[in-house]
DNA sequence: AAAATGACGAAAATAATTTTCCTTCTTATT
DNA sequence: AATAAGAAGGAAAATTATTTTCGTCATTTT
């Protein structure tokens, strides 16, 4: 199923009466939600154009008519020809072990690069690009994602920090200032540690990033910058190995715009750290 | 291609100068032009919001919103040929930047499945079952392997550890032993560390394992099993991204495979810390 | 029971698109 | 070469769509 419905379909039972109505004829015609105008879908859904406006923006789009268009993107795509995510269940054959998990790698991927907000992430690079102080939150798999990041980051010369423990965390954030960027990663976004992280880094003034599942949620709502991985089916036994690739996925994204935005002023750090690492290491490798 | 975007390139020589002048930003940047509103596009394309609509109702659509949208969807529809490998260089537009990086994820994924060695990984995911003591050794980009697949394994109450300080490798080395297990992750396999450590492991009758790249290099020829992670053409100005995508996606088919091996003695450890961990931190999130 | 909060829609405000209409440019004709 | 006819194209008006504001009503809290 898509993204969106998906998110939609999650968030059901958190919505008020009418944004509720609304959300669930939009789950049984979204085909027509994106073929009509917002006063035809307030009419036919129950609901008044206000509300259709409102839901949108707490989903995180621009408006209707963005919620339109991305929806409509996700339902050309058909799911038929694309890999669905696959459950792992007990007794399969290591062979269709390793379908099932191409499948879900290939898939997060591929959904997360539809789903990317471009505005957002030019947003992200050029706040990483202007930072003096880089601050990294995640905690247990979020905290492999930032520690990559942080690797990334002092390789161009980045004046970088990941952290996992949650005192660490606020100590950081207590220390940065405007002008700086605080990337918090957790794959729910409700993550209260890494949260209480990011409220305090935005609290100094630091540019704050997200980056959790798709759809609304508590780290998303509270950063100035919002990015998105994919979300996996509930159920799933483990989604968080393919949104920790899609999470790395994106970190890649970033770094290479980052780099990319600035060639003439990173890549000679990039390449300089590269030699001198093979240097004083006397290894090929890594 | 496209429909809609065939259609206009056909109709390029038979349109007014600055319906082909639109045309042509369109051809140039579909992607832009489903994202950006009329008065935007306008401008950009150097044509009036008049000429914009007119050209739309030429194409036989209902106006410039229902062109947007149609081409959106087409835009969306999933691409043609298998993608290959794309390097990175300066300059490029974000847009290109990230179809660049999801090519080579995806690309990365894929060869990696369809390389991957059914009899090493029994072997491997037997040796990991069996194994009192697990040691994970990585430096670097292969560290953040080493503490994902570390991370992992606690989670089903398996004894392991991950090292990238070479000298608690060997020390932790030193005192495996015939059953434990030593899972050495490099990408070029030539980390001269990582290398020593493995051997030392070997030497204290601990059974091996290598992640590396395809192909012949010094870990995996030292290592009791070999297994691989997709390489990508030399040159690549940064080919770790992908590879350690690569290697996360190996570690993960490793891990489901393990876990399915044994079913009932591991999903109940694996259920009890999701449980224990939110009951403990209150909170849904990772 | 009063006050506070929040959902919700009517309607005003704003934004986007389409249409009208007029100017300008091209081309055909005298 | 001058002029009329016709089409291209843009400015701005008209229309249409979306968003925001604001007030009402219902629910919860004190």
Same mark, same amino acid.
């Given at each position: 199923m898509s993204n969106i419905l998906y998110a939609i379909r999650e968030r059901l039972s958190s919505l008020h009466p009418k944004e509720r109505a609304l959300a669930e004829y939009i789950l049984e015609h979204p085909q027509e939600a994106t073929r009509s105008g917002i006063t035809e879908l307030a009419e036919r859904a129950g609901a008044s154009t206000a509300t259709i406006t409102r839901f949108c923006k707490s989903m995180r789009f621009d408006g209707f008519p963005d919620f339109k268009l991305k929806l409509a993107e996700e339902l050309a795509a058909?799911?038929?020809q694309q890999p669905t995510y696959q459950d792992i269940v007990a007794g399969n054959s290591l062979q269709r072990i390793v379908a099932a998990m191409e499948a879900n790698h290939l898939r997060s991927i591929a959904d997360t690069t539809r789903l990317l907000d471009f505005g957002a992430l030019e947003a992200a690079v050029a706040a990483l690009d202007r930072a003096r102080r880089i601050d990294l939150y995640g905690v247990a798999t979020s905290g492999i994602v930032a520690q990559d990041a942080y690797q990334k980051l002092i390789r161009i010369g980045k004046e970088a920090n990941a952290f996992s423990d949650p005192h660490l965390q606020i100590t950081s954030a207590s220390n940065l200032g405007p002008g700086d960027v605080a990337l918090a990663i957790s794959?729910? @976004?409700?993550?209260q540690e890494t949260l209480d992280a990011l409220v305090c880094a935005k609290a100094q003034g630091a540019t704050t990033i997200s980056l959790t599942k798709y759809g609304a949620n508590p780290l998303a709502d509270s950063a100035d910058i919002a990015l998105f991985a994919s979300s996996l089916e509930e @159920?799933?036994?483990?989604?968080?190995m393919a949104s920790r690739i899609a999470q790395l996925h994106v970190i890649d994204i970033l770094f290479i715009g980052l780099v990319s935005s600035r060639f003439d002023a990173y890549v000679p750090k990039l390449e300089q750290t590269y030699v001198n690492v093979r240097h004083f290491r006397k290894t090929k490798g890594r």
């Open positions: 058909p799911s038929e794959y729910s @976004g409700a993550t @159920g799933m036994r483990r989604g968080d």
